[in-house]
């Protein structure tokens, strides 16, 4: 763990109140959030295959503020078309902190957003490359700051995907709040120095 960082986030899905509505009233917190400041949003995929954007769109009025998302499921995808680091794919894989920053950023170029948010990890039911179910990177990128958050969730595959859309709109509204001391504020990659 580097400086500055939290444990990762643990916990079972039902536990931490992960459902439909609660990812709804996220949702719906977030584009307000994001329209009352004038930001625009651009959203990068992997596990969840499309369910933060969805749900999202979910709510009236979303249009307001989402351009758009990638869904990118497949490794090669990450680095062909959100700029992912190749040669950082090839020795961590997907599932890390510094691809789920990467796509965050990739996509917020791509797309002309104000921020990036970006989801990788392992829905399960079973281990990938080897990491448990449940280990999920997300990340939130904004011109003012990045966050990251290390996620190790419990329940079944569609469980895991639900928290890992509510963990990461919540970290976006963290983010747009600038509620510093909830968030784990990552210096951007240009401020980054060597360990």
Same mark, same amino acid.
């Given at each position: 763990? $580097?400086?500055?960082? @939290? %444990?990762?986030?643990?916990?079972?899905?039902?536990?931490?109140?992960?459902?439909?509505?609660?990812?709804?009233?996220?949702?719906?917190?977030?584009?307000? =959030?994001? &329209?009352?400041?004038?930001?625009?949003?651009? /959203?990068?995929?992997?596990?969840?295959?499309? +369910?933060?954007?969805? !749900?999202?769109?979910?709510?009236?009025?979303?249009?307001?503020?989402?351009?758009?998302?990638? =869904?990118?499921?497949?490794?090669? /995808?990450?680095? +062909?078309?959100?700029?992912?680091?190749?040669?950082?794919? &090839? #020795?961590?894989?997907? =599932?890390? @902190?510094?691809?789920?920053? $990467?796509?965050?950023?990739?996509?917020?170029?791509?797309?002309?957003?104000?921020?990036?948010?970006?989801?990788?990890?392992?829905?399960? %039911?079973?281990?990938?490359?080897?990491?448990?179910?449940?280990?999920?990177? /997300?990340?939130?990128?904004?011109?003012?700051?990045?966050?990251? @958050?290390?996620? @190790?969730?419990?329940?079944? #595959?569609? +469980? /895991? #995907?639900?928290? !890992?859309?509510?963990?990461?709109?919540?970290?976006?509204?963290?983010?747009?709040?600038? &509620?510093?001391?909830?968030?784990?504020?990552?210096?951007? $990659?240009?401020? $980054?120095?060597?360990?």
């Amino acid at each position: 763990m $580097q400086a500055g960082e @939290r %444990p990762a986030a643990t916990g079972s899905v039902g536990d931490q109140g992960f459902g439909e509505g609660h990812c709804e009233r996220s949702a719906a917190d977030l584009l307000r =959030v994001a &329209e009352g400041r004038a930001v625009t949003l651009a /959203i990068a995929e992997s596990l969840t295959g499309g +369910q933060v954007s969805s !749900t999202l769109v979910g709510v009236p009025g979303a249009s307001r503020v989402l351009l758009g998302a990638v =869904v990118a499921y497949a490794t090669r /995808i990450k680095a +062909q078309v959100l700029g992912v680091d190749a040669a950082h794919l &090839e #020795r961590t894989g997907p =599932v890390d @902190r510094d691809v789920a920053l $990467q796509m965050a950023r990739g996509v917020r170029r791509l797309l002309g957003a104000d921020l990036g948010l970006a989801t990788t990890g392992v829905a399960g %039911p079973g281990p990938a490359d080897g990491h448990p179910a449940g280990t999920v990177h /997300i990340a939130v990128v904004a011109p003012w700051g990045e966050v990251h @958050r290390e996620l @190790r969730l419990s329940g079944d #595959r569609s +469980q /895991i #995907r639900c928290g !890992t859309v509510l963990n990461v709109i919540e970290l976006a509204v963290g983010l747009l709040s600038k &509620e510093a001391d909830d968030v784990n504020l990552v210096a951007p $990659q240009y401020l $980054q120095t060597a360990d």
